[in-house]
């Protein structure tokens, strides 16, 4: 008899209790279980070596708007640790009509509570399963279970790709950045994010594992994710945080303002000393800051940040970061701030408005998850949201990694293609030509 069974069988549980199973199982290397994606119809996967929680979730449970009325968590271990995992994961996509059917596989919105997820925090691992009522399935647990219990090592394989001649060309870009100046000169604006996509076409078949294992070992200070829905796997190794949520203290950033890094120590130093001196790069993340402060000010009364900006050394390029945090009210709905604190000038521009249709109308190409969110929460208000760039999207033998930059008063168009092309490699690096 299986451990589920064994669990419940005296138990019978209504349809409208949502039961979450866990499951203890021995320390594991979780990302190898990301060979498996192929195998199930949906995976979620969030790496958050700083925080410490590390999972992988699989499929969803059945209903689109799932209701349950009482919660009920199967489990020996006590509250505090069990509270630390995800109930809910998903994405948002940057909001926008679409043009294309590039993201076609994925929803414009999705907070879902998974079937299955193989969650890691610091020296907890467990294999969760989620379900209504008695309806558990029992055949897939037994062969997650018998997934974790293999030893498994990861082979790298090698990625080759050719890039696609049809891509937006540099000059073609630098007009987009150009009547972006053109439109703050004249006060319709006064920033907006304009980014670029590059096309690539997949020599050999896309390796998830080796992609994703690549991230993790290159890109330290970052949170590495995919979302797989049927045929397209958004990925990527993200370094900005929307914002995190724990009971009653919100954590949240400005991140913006760029410059490369140098592999010569002194000069790498200076390179940062000058992003902390430049007025523009400064105006451009101040933007951001004020406005998470004045969303944030709605919720919170008792708001702490730095006054200057501190840098964030990333592998390829430096940035400019203003730490926040604040005490929120118990009233506080995690969902609802998402959707008026997204998108930020730091993806977007300001005002708001003007800025979507500025992208809308000049980006030849849908943003999709890229500059969207992603993230998890669970009911005990605990949870994290990251901001979808650095990222790329697979679909079928075409891989579409996307970048862009923020243009304020003062930007220059070749400065800023180069800071496009510091952001595309992280991904641009894992395939050889
Ligand atoms: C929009 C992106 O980066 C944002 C985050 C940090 C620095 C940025 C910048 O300097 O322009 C951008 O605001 C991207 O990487 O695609």
């Not at 449970?61 to 809910?88: A, G, M, Q, W, Y």
Request: hydrophobic share 35%; net charge negative.
């Amino acid at each position: 008899m299986s451990t589920i069974t064994n669990y419940l069988k005296n138990e019978n549980f209504n349809s409208n209790t949502l039961i979450s199973f866990f499951q203890r199982i021995e320390p594991i290397n979780i990302n190898a279980i990301i060979n498996h994606s192929s195998e199930f119809e949906n995976t979620f996967t969030f790496f958050n070596s700083r925080n410490k929680i590390n999972f992988i979730a699989i499929e969803e449970v059945e209903s689109k708007n799932i209701f349950f009325n009482s919660h009920n968590r199967i489990s020996n271990v006590d509250k505090n640790t069990l509270e630390k995992f995800p109930l809910f994961v998903g994405y948002k996509k940057f909001i926008s009509k679409s043009k294309t059917n590039l993201w076609d596989d994925f929803s414009d919105n999705k907070w879902y509570i998974p079937k299955f997820i193989i969650a890691q925090n610091d020296n907890d691992y467990f294999l969760i399963h989620n379900f209504l009522g008695n309806m558990y399935d029992e055949e897939k647990f037994n062969y997650l279970n018998s997934l974790t219990n293999k030893k498994s090592s990861i082979k790298f394989v090698e990625q080759r790709v050719r890039i696609n001649k049809s891509d937006i060309d540099e000059l073609n870009w630098k007009e987009k950045v150009k009547s972006a100046l053109n439109k703050i000169n004249k006060n319709e604006l006064e920033k907006v994010v304009i980014a670029r996509k590059v096309e690539l076409e997949l020599s050999n078949e896309f390796n998830l594992l080796t992609t994703f294992n690549q991230l993790l070992n290159n890109c330290n200070d970052c949170i590495i994710f995919s979302v797989k829905e049927s045929n397209s796997i958004f990925f990527g190794a993200t370094p900005e945080k929307l914002f995190s949520i724990n009971k009653n203290i919100i954590n949240t950033e400005a991140l913006a303002g760029s410059i490369e890094r140098s592999k010569n120590e002194t000069e790498d130093a200076y390179l940062g000393n000058q992003l902390l001196r430049d007025p523009k790069e400064l105006n451009e993340q101040k933007k951001v800051l004020d406005y998470i402060l004045s969303i944030l000010s709605n919720y919170s009364s008792d708001i702490k940040f730095n006054e200057i900006p501190f840098i964030k050394k990333l592998n390829s390029v430096q940035h400019l970061q203003t730490k926040i945090n604040a005490t929120i009210s118990s009233e506080f709905e995690i969902l609802k701030f998402l959707n008026e604190i997204h998108p930020t000038p730091a993806v977007c521009g300001l005002p708001k408005e003007g800025a979507l249709e500025f992208i809308y109308e000049t980006e030849d190409f849908d943003r999709g998850l890229y500059a969207g969110v992603i993230g998890w929460y669970n009911n005990f208000n605990i949870g994290e949201f990251y901001v979808g760039i650095r990222s790329a999207l697979q679909k079928e033998n075409k891989l579409n990694v996307f970048a862009g930059c923020g243009i304020v008063e003062g930007s220059i168009p070749e400065k800023e293609f180069f800071e496009t092309e510091i952001k595309l490699k992280p991904i641009l690096s894992l395939f050889s030509l």
